[in-house]
């Protein structure tokens, strides 16, 4: 099995990940290395045709996809080692990573791992709606990877499942599609995000439906309907061709749990053990992982400052309260 070796290795490159990587390597480190599993870098903003991104970061307003290529290529510009195809699989208590790749399996010995998994929505399943499995019923995600990578249209008017911020992002894309969804649908009061961000697609004929929750989907093989329990208790249907379920963010922590750590979401730190306890200095955790969701903008703010966290830590320099891990 091949085994080789870096400074610090990235899980993760989406904007948090490629931030941390570009600023490690500006901060003198010499060897990091980027584990990427999609055979792109730039997570989920890739899938993103429309704007706004990069008002922070480059001081203007760019497409999701024209961002990440610019974060890609400033982190390959200053040096980063990017693996794309790369999957970790295990982590091990002193940075050994154990990684699948096109190439088979091979281990990393790293002296700091930051993980930036993100964060994914959470799927239909998860939240109990009942109805048979018809086609057109699908996460943001798997929406704007279908739009904007495959160049596909899954349905024509499908209704909108949540008003997160990523939910106007699913808006944005049906609409870049030639898609018009039928309503928006929020359980709440009033919209999650920005209040008057419901304005727009009020103004482009698609209602927003607060105090509404979905009951059921309608449909065999495709979507032809949605049944909705209004303010006042009464079952409402509209008529759809799809389903598009929008934010509830769950971060993806499965490879910190199962080596034993917890995330801890308040502060940039080191891992923690299940009592909170840092335990471990070998591993770090930032972006969505620790709090979704976070704009990619604040991921990548956010990547700068634990940049400089994890060159403190190799430096034997980090804050006190975190000094006595090993101990």
Same mark, same amino acid.
């Given at each position: 099995?091949?085994?080789?070796?870096?400074?610090?290795?990235?899980?993760?490159?989406?904007?948090?990940?490629?931030?941390?990587?570009?600023?490690?390597?500006?901060?003198?480190?010499?060897?990091?290395?980027?584990?990427?599993?999609?055979?792109?870098?730039?997570?989920?903003?890739?899938?993103?045709?429309?704007?706004?991104?990069?008002?922070?970061?480059?001081?203007?307003?760019?497409?999701?996809?024209?961002?990440?290529?610019?974060?890609?290529?400033?982190?390959?510009?200053?040096?980063?080692?990017?693996?794309?195809?790369?999957?970790?699989?295990?982590?091990?208590?002193?940075?050994?990573? %154990? =990684?699948?790749?096109? /190439? @088979?399996?091979?281990?990393?010995? $790293?002296?700091?791992?930051?993980?930036? &998994? !993100?964060?994914?929505?959470?799927?239909?399943?998860?939240?109990?709606?009942?109805?048979?499995?018809?086609?057109?019923?699908?996460?943001?995600?798997?929406?704007?990877?279908?739009?904007?990578?495959?160049?596909?249209?899954?349905?024509?008017?499908?209704?909108?499942?949540?008003?997160?911020?990523?939910?106007?992002?699913?808006?944005?894309?049906?609409?870049?599609?030639?898609?018009?969804?039928?309503?928006?649908?929020?359980?709440?009061?009033?919209?999650?995000?920005?209040?008057?961000?419901?304005?727009?697609?009020?103004?482009?004929?698609?209602?927003?439906?607060?105090?509404? %929750? =979905?009951?059921?989907? /309608? @449909?065999?093989?495709?979507?032809? $309907?949605?049944?909705?329990?209004?303010? &006042? !208790?009464?079952?409402?249907?509209?008529?759809?061709?799809?389903?598009?379920?929008?934010?509830?963010?769950?971060?993806?922590?499965?490879?910190?749990?199962?080596?034993?750590?917890?995330?801890?979401?308040?502060?940039?730190?080191?891992?923690?053990?299940?009592?909170?306890?840092?335990?471990?200095?070998?591993?770090?955790?930032?972006?969505?992982?620790?709090?979704?969701?976070?704009?990619?903008?604040?991921?990548?703010?956010?990547?700068?400052?634990?940049?400089?966290?994890?060159?403190?830590?190799?430096?034997?320099?980090?804050?006190?309260?975190?000094?006595?891990?090993?101990?």
């Amino acid at each position: 099995m091949k085994s080789t070796q870096c400074q610090v290795a990235i899980i993760g490159a989406g904007p948090g990940g490629l931030s941390i990587a570009t600023e490690l390597k500006k901060l003198g480190v010499d060897h990091v290395a980027l584990l990427e599993r999609e055979s792109t870098a730039g997570g989920i903003p890739r899938h993103c045709g429309h704007s706004p991104f990069g008002m922070r970061e480059f001081r203007r307003v760019l497409s999701g996809a024209e961002y990440t290529r610019r974060l890609t290529a400033q982190a390959e510009k200053a040096g980063v080692e990017i693996r794309l195809a790369t999957t970790v699989t295990e982590l091990g208590q002193c940075g050994e990573l %154990s =990684l699948s790749t096109n /190439e @088979g399996r091979q281990q990393l010995k $790293a002296e700091r791992v930051v993980i930036c &998994s !993100g964060a994914r929505e959470k799927p239909r399943a998860a939240r109990l709606v009942s109805g048979a499995r018809p086609q057109a019923v699908m996460t943001t995600g798997a929406l704007q990877s279908m739009i904007y990578l495959k160049q596909q249209r899954p349905c024509k008017r499908p209704v909108i499942i949540g008003s997160e911020m990523v939910a106007f992002s699913a808006f944005l894309s049906c609409r870049h599609a030639g898609m018009k969804p039928v309503a928006m649908i929020e359980a709440g009061p009033v919209v999650s995000w920005w209040r008057l961000a419901a304005l727009l697609p009020r103004l482009l004929g698609t209602p927003v439906l607060t105090n509404t %929750s =979905l009951e059921a989907i /309608e @449909g065999k093989d495709k979507v032809r $309907a949605v049944m909705l329990k209004r303010p &006042s !208790g009464e079952l409402a249907t509209i008529d759809c061709d799809g389903v598009i379920f929008t934010g509830q963010f769950i971060g993806e922590s499965t490879l910190a749990t199962m080596a034993g750590f917890a995330i801890d979401t308040v502060t940039n730190s080191p891992l923690v053990d299940a009592y909170g306890r840092c335990s471990n200095i070998n591993y770090f955790a930032s972006g969505n992982l620790r709090y979704p969701l976070k704009t990619a903008g604040q991921c990548w703010r956010e990547g700068r400052d634990m940049a400089s966290l994890v060159k403190a830590s190799l430096d034997g320099k980090l804050p006190d309260r975190w000094a006595q891990t090993n101990a």
